[in-house]
């Protein structure tokens, strides 16, 4: 099994799954579920042999108590009913980052970017857009006004203030719409 995993700390590493036999890889349900921290990472072309790394930051305090694995799922509930999952990571009082996910991604696409900002102290924040990831599916309000919207919803339900925004793809529009109407 090979997964290309893009780019961490500006070099493109691939992810190669070294052991079938379980360690590493199991199956929940019919997704394949792959432990980050078993697995080998061999950094570009070129390089000769496998080196392990540990992954520990998933295990990288979120507040003063908690791990990312403990953190529980959060939602909140818009005006118009529809349950939008968002990720709330480091001190309450920090300068918070929002992201906003490209189309037809979600707020796990945020992950590695997520983890550096909370290890420079930052208050980060992502949300699966409604009818993406563990939102709501619905299937009205795709368009920028309730994105838009939406976000005002989750930076409200947070009481987020002078917050920077971050967007890819979809989720620049996103984040230039919320601007625009909300901020």
Do not use: C
């Amino acid at each position: 099994l090979h997964l290309g995993i893009g780019y961490l700390d500006g070099v493109f590493l691939n992810v190669i799954v070294l052991s079938g036999d379980g360690s590493g890889i199991g199956h929940a349900g019919n997704a394949l579920e792959i432990d980050l921290r078993q697995i080998h990472l061999r950094p570009g072309l070129g390089e000769i042999g496998l080196r392990r790394i540990d992954l520990s930051p998933v295990g990288a305090r979120v507040d003063g108590n908690q791990t990312l694995e403990e953190v529980p799922m959060s939602t909140m509930t818009t005006k118009d009913g529809v349950a939008i999952f968002y990720k709330d990571w480091g001190p309450k009082n920090a300068q918070p980052i929002v992201f906003h996910h490209g189309w037809p991604l979600s707020a796990d696409d945020w992950d590695t970017q997520m983890l550096y900002f909370l290890g420079k102290g930052y208050r980060v924040v992502a949300h699966d857009r409604r009818g993406h990831g563990r939102s709501t599916q619905v299937s009205d309000g795709h368009d920028m006004e309730h994105y838009a919207a939406d976000a005002a919803a989750v930076v409200a339900h947070l009481d987020l203030h002078d917050a920077i925004h971050i967007g890819h793809s979809t989720g620049g529009g996103e984040a230039t719409h919320y601007a625009a109407l909300h901020g």
